[in-house]
């Protein structure tokens, strides 16, 4: 994808650090910032779906673990994107690595996590170029979805959500999983009718008229960008007519939000 394009954007949405080492992350990730020639942007999670980690035959960690697993690896991760190098000892992670080779006049990829509780938060943003906020973390624990807990989730949720990632670092780029819904698709029948009247997700499920304006209303919130999930994939081609000023855009899953309409992916 980074030879066959020049100017869309390219990331990995979210690499899971439970299945490899943060080095590894890095090393993947500046290799294809070089290869996409500056395109790449390094999608981190601390990786949430239990049944996928046990299939392979590993121990699925505590909630306390996983976070504090995630947070040391995207310290470790920051330290090789702007040094090449890093020294690092903590309870997970001992790094001793001198040097990556081949990366030394290489700008980094902007470093992206993917964040829903208080405890990453607070220790992974202060690291991170930009924060994914995720409001459903909490009733979709192990990789299983409560889709009636996640249509009732507030809006409240995601302004404190904001709220704590301001407290933990100004000044960081927002995004925000938006969970969007078009028609008859299986996630549009199990949560449409469970809304409440003040749901998050309530404004980004029905018309794709509908959907794009509730995606626009987040800018209101300081979101920049939003990552846009359909279960529908035929779905993306009826809401972008509705997102892009610009119809020779080319379309995507992931849209800036700049001042009115965007008008790139």
Same mark, same amino acid.
């Given at each position: +994808?980074?030879?066959?394009?020049?100017?869309?954007?390219?990331?990995?949405?979210?690499?899971?650090?439970?299945?490899?080492?943060?080095?590894?992350?890095?090393?993947?990730?500046?290799? +294809?910032?070089?290869? %996409?020639?500056?395109?790449?942007?390094?999608? =981190?999670? /601390?990786?949430?779906?239990?049944?996928?980690?046990?299939?392979?035959?590993?121990? *699925?960690?505590?909630?306390?673990?996983? /976070?504090?697993?995630?947070?040391?690896?995207?310290?470790?991760?920051?330290?090789?994107? #702007?040094?090449?190098?890093?020294?690092? %000892?903590?309870? #997970?992670?001992?790094?001793?690595?001198?040097?990556?080779?081949? =990366?030394?006049?290489?700008?980094?990829?902007?470093?992206?996590?993917?964040?829903?509780?208080?405890?990453?938060?607070?220790?992974?943003?202060?690291?991170? @170029?930009? $924060?994914?906020?995720?409001?459903?973390?909490?009733?979709?624990?192990?990789?299983?979805?409560?889709?009636?807990?996640?249509?009732?989730?507030?809006?409240?949720?995601?302004?404190?959500?904001?709220?704590? $990632?301001?407290?933990?670092?100004?000044?960081?780029?927002?995004?925000?999983?938006?969970?969007?819904?078009?028609? !008859?698709?299986?996630?549009?029948?199990? +949560?449409?009718?469970? =809304?409440?009247?003040? %749901?998050? *997700?309530? &404004?980004?499920?029905?018309?794709?008229?509908? $959907?794009?304006?509730?995606?626009? !209303?987040?800018?209101? *919130?300081?979101?920049?960008?939003? &990552?846009? $999930?359909?279960?529908?994939?035929?779905? *993306?081609? &009826?809401?972008?007519? #509705?997102?892009?000023? @610009?119809? &020779?855009?080319?379309?995507?899953?992931?849209?800036?939000?700049?001042?009115?309409?965007?008008?790139?992916?």
């Amino acid at each position: +994808m980074a030879a066959a394009t020049q100017r869309i954007r390219l990331t990995a949405n979210f690499a899971n650090n439970l299945f490899r080492s943060p080095v590894e992350f890095a090393q993947a990730s500046l290799t +294809m910032q070089r290869a %996409s020639h500056g395109r790449w942007e390094a999608g =981190f999670g /601390a990786g949430w779906a239990q049944e996928e980690l046990e299939s392979t035959g590993q121990t *699925y960690p505590t909630p306390r673990r996983r /976070a504090d697993r995630y947070i040391e690896a995207v310290q470790v991760v920051r330290q090789l994107f #702007h040094t090449n190098r890093c020294s690092f %000892s903590g309870e #997970h992670y001992n790094i001793n690595v001198p040097a990556l080779a081949g =990366f030394e006049n290489l700008t980094p990829p902007p470093l992206i996590g993917s964040l829903g509780g208080p405890r990453t938060i607070a220790g992974a943003t202060p690291y991170l @170029d930009r $924060v994914e906020l995720m409001p459903a973390t909490g009733v979709a624990r192990g990789g299983e979805l409560d889709w009636a807990a996640i249509a009732a989730i507030p809006k409240q949720r995601l302004i404190d959500l904001i709220d704590q $990632v301001r407290r933990a670092k100004e000044d960081v780029d927002l995004t925000f999983g938006a969970l969007c819904g078009l028609g !008859d698709d299986i996630m549009s029948k199990n +949560m449409t009718e469970k =809304f409440t009247d003040d %749901s998050l *997700y309530g &404004s980004l499920f029905g018309t794709p008229e509908r $959907v794009a304006e509730g995606l626009f !209303d987040l800018q209101r *919130y300081g979101i920049s960008r939003v &990552s846009i $999930v359909l279960a529908d994939p035929t779905a *993306y081609a &009826s809401l972008a007519a #509705h997102l892009f000023t @610009d119809k &020779s855009a080319p379309v995507g899953s992931s849209a800036r939000l700049p001042g009115n309409r965007p008008s790139s992916v």
